[in-house]
């Protein structure tokens, strides 16, 4: 600390912070920037303040190109597409500026606006034109639900539909628009589920233990967790309800991590669900944050957990029920491919395949049952 106090720069304090940090051994137990942690906010909350756009830098040229644009938000009834190009953001050109710095131009306060040139490119690469555009700042909600309904044929011929809900994060709203989406497919005649947690690297501990909730019944352990000293404590659920009983096949890969580990877990080892993938991450630790004066904030690992099971996952990760490889389809599936060869890209989808081949074997046990 006496070292710190003569520098000049909040850089050469978070550089030095962090050389302290790292002593401790633990990766996570980390400073990081009021530029960062803002990202972070938003991306727990579920909400922030712009124009509903994501954009990232093309590798190859550097340029800022539109990822999406959030359903309803400003660029989207502006006509702002994926794979537009943002050429300036109020008169600005944007030459070398990286996709956090050009995100933070567009957001800002609610009521005011924001002026963005972008270079569209629709169905053809002769449909070409530079626009400009004044976009109102709005709140944008960024839900981390994305959800379908795959039709699906069983192996006796009868047309069923599983419903596929994809979750990119564990937010504040995630158990809540996680509910509605399964509401609204209950509604539809759905037989069974899908979850997606690939790619899910986490966030809200207990928007992960909300979301497990949706899907069990009664007092079951949802995860144990260990602090410093060894003594562990399990987390129960209180006279749970589920939503749907169908039968669940949950998506895991090395992209799945911490919160995302935790519900593969408490619905794997209390039954509910069989897991289909690739080993998981394997980050079983839990975090406090403290937000400091300039914006900044510490992340401090407190705990870590454990499956119900009692299973590990810190640096070891969960292994799936069931690995999905394009091999593994070739002969039982092969008809299925060749079925839809011309289906969506879902449908098409190896670990989606794999996951409707394990719901046909659970319904017919059942019905042998």
């Given amino acids: 600390m006496v070292e710190m106090f003569p520098l000049n720069s909040a850089d050469a304090a978070y550089t ?31 909400n922030l303040q712009g124009v509903g756009i994501f954009i990232n830098n093309e590798p190859k040229s550097g340029h800022l ?56 490119v629709q169905d053809s690469k002769s449909d070409c034109s530079t626009k400009e555009v004044k976009l109102p700042r709005e709140y944008i909600k960024l839900s981390p639900i994305a959800s379908s309904i795959i039709p699906h044929r069983t192996p006796d011929g009868r047309q069923i539909k599983t419903g596929y ?42 928007a992960g233990l909300d979301v497990a909730q949706i899907w069990l019944d009664g007092d079951e352990t949802l995860v144990n967790t260990i602090d410093r000293d060894g003594n562990m404590l399990p987390i129960n659920m209180v006279d749970g309800h589920a939503i749907t009983h169908d039968p669940l096949v949950v998506l895991i890969n090395e992209g799945s991590a911490s919160a995302s580990e935790i519900l593969a877990g408490a619905l794997h080892d209390n039954g509910r669900a069989i897991l289909v993938g690739h080993k998981t991450f394997g980050k079983g630790k839990i975090q406090s944050v403290t937000e400091l004066h300039d914006g900044s904030a510490l992340f401090i690992t407190v705990a870590k957990y454990l499956s119900p099971a009692l299973h590990d996952i810190d640096q070891v990760g969960i292994m799936p029920d069931v690995q999905c490889t394009t091999g593994m389809l070739n002969s039982p599936k092969d008809s299925l491919l060749k079925n839809k060869s011309s289906a969506s890209s879902l449908e098409a989808d190896s670990c989606i395949m794999v996951a409707e081949h394990e719901l046909d074997i659970q319904e017919s046990r059942a019905t042998a049952s």
């Fill in 16 to 46: 030095k912070i962090k050389g302290m940090l790292s002593t401790l051994g633990d990766p996570f137990t980390r400073i990081i920037s009021p530029n960062e942690y803002q990202s972070f906010r938003i991306g727990n909350d579920g």
């Fill in 65 to 120: 190109v539109v990822l999406s644009c959030v359903e309803g938000s400003p660029a989207s009834r502006a006509g702002i597409h994926e794979g537009d190009e943002l050429i300036e953001i109020n008169g600005e050109r944007l030459d070398g500026l990286d996709s956090e710095a050009a995100a933070r131009k567009l957001r800002g306060q609610v009521g005011t606006s924001v002026t963005v040139k972008v270079h569209s």
């Fill in 165 to 206: 809900v994809k979750l990119s994060n564990f937010s504040q709203s995630a158990a809540d628009d996680m509910a509605n989406a399964i509401h609204e497919m209950e509604t539809q005649g759905v037989h069974s589920y899908i979850l997606d947690l690939r790619n899910n690297p986490g966030g809200l501990v207990k």
